[in-house]
């Protein structure tokens, strides 16, 4: 027993929804779309777990989280996928792919099979077991990677007030989580291994402002050690938490946020992987022609730095599926994914972006004892990372632009004096187009196919013209003749 479509999305995450969005903009007939998830709802904005769904009051529920509310498009319940006939196989595990048939096999035996496959199987949360500690089965271990997980951390959290909660992790999750724990009115201590929070990303003179707003919240932290071991009770519930350098923190609520691992293990030995990930090209396509793979488990070319990535976030999770779809129903037209590197996040009162890379040296501007302050990293001598705590609309699309310009940047002391309004003002600067492709038409003309710097058009106007001239005269000789 089996089923046939035409595209296939393989995984239930953000991105599915997204490129379902956009495959149905595109035009794709009911019937032809098929998404397989693991999970048994419809996909859903992931980010909302760890900020919304949290909160003690007003709390964010499905469906006002649907795909794709994150980028302020339509929300795509399940009576939204009915409605354009695209089939939703909910709560179902793909046991083996083979790309070469084009067919999947699920767990319970079915067969579908595919003549495009986009792979959006994102990642999985890492467990204790796989560090050689055991203790996730306990029912006040939580992780946080999907709705269920979620369901589970908010229940927890209910029996906990006043009580005490360990966060395992100084990343994403783990500031996030501390967070929301902290406004349920729980007793948070955060356990990380590194010198400071968020150190893939943040600067220490950064990161000692966001320890020190957390702990004007009551969060404390503990860093430069781990998790050695879990001491439980008579039902298995984790009463205390024991570290490598000697502490034990009394704990009533263990979060666990160490990393994730994207999920590859269903095509090692069929396709390309590099950084962990699938490995794809500019059009989001695996080493496979009728494969495709997008989001957290892509490692794709980012062209800005010339060199292939696997970015772990949701930004790069939709842009990349939608990029995909374009690439699959209009190959001629679509170019190579041109993405620009972006990070966010919102904790207590906060709210932070990131673009480009953090590599080279940090300068940092801004009032550190306010609101609003930022960095930009230089490397051989460019602009090619820009963070930005506390800015408004303008000013976060001002280090946006001015991080994929890559602007350069001779005096370093000149710059932290100029701050935020350097970006601004390298923001607002006109910006030659990019430049044109030329083409002949069967007349013989030059056609500018494409916007081009402000000269490069000048000059092909007035080439333009010139042979156009010189084709005329030529005519009428030849007709004189």
Known sequence: MGRAFVYVILGGGVAAGYAALEFTRRGVPPGELCIISEEPVA????PALSKGFLLPESPARLPSFHTCVGANEERLTPKWYKEHGIELVLGTRVKSVDVRRKKLLTATGETISYKILLIATGARALKLEEFGLNGSEAENVCYLRDLADANGLVNAMQSC?????VVIGGGYIGMECAASLAINKINVTMVFPEVHCMARLFTPKIASYYEEYYQSKGVKFIKGTVLS????DSSGQVTAVNLRDGSRLPADLVVVGIGIRPNTSLFEGQLTLDKGGIKVNGKLQTSIDSVYAVGDVAAFPVKLFGETRRLEHVDSARKSAKHAVAAIMEPEKSGEFDYLPFFYSRVFGLSWQFYGD???EAVHFGD????TFGAYWISKGHLIG????GGTKEEYEAIATATRLKPPVEDLVELEQQGLNFALTVSKKPQPAPPIEVSRSTSGLIILEKPAYAWHATVGVVLAASI???AYWYGRRRRRW
């Open 43 to 46: 996909p859903y904005e992931r």
């Open 161 to 165: 007030a006043g009580r005490n909660a």
């Open 229 to 232: 071991s879990f001491e439980f």
């Open 358 to 360: 953090n590599v080279g």
């Open 368 to 371: 550190f004892s306010g609101t």
């Open 386 to 389: 820009s963070f930005l705590e």
């Open 468 to 470: 156009a001239g010189l």
